[in-house]
């Protein structure tokens, strides 16, 4: 987390760092923190062609691939109603 705060320092308006900043914090069990910065930003386009909520659906199905926990994951999605 450490580096992803400071390149948020370096590159403030940074979505694709602010969502690796969340999903460091998913998987460091900080649910809450995670929960904010993903509501913070649902809605917004990462680029023309990229919305946040594709970000994470697309991160979270390359995190299951790679089997980490599928459930906080899905708990995500649920919440967000994504």
Known sequence: ??????GMVLYPNSL????NLAH???????????????????KEKIDDNFSWEEMIK???EFFKSKKFDAAIMNKVLSDLKL
Do not use: P
């Open 16 to 19: 694709i760092i602010e969502g």
């Open 58 to 60: 697309q991160d979270f």
């Open 24 to 42: 460091c914090y998913l998987f460091t069990d900080n649910y809450e923190a995670a929960m904010k910065i993903y509501r913070q930003h649902l």
């Open 1 to 6: 987390a450490v580096y992803l705060k400071r």
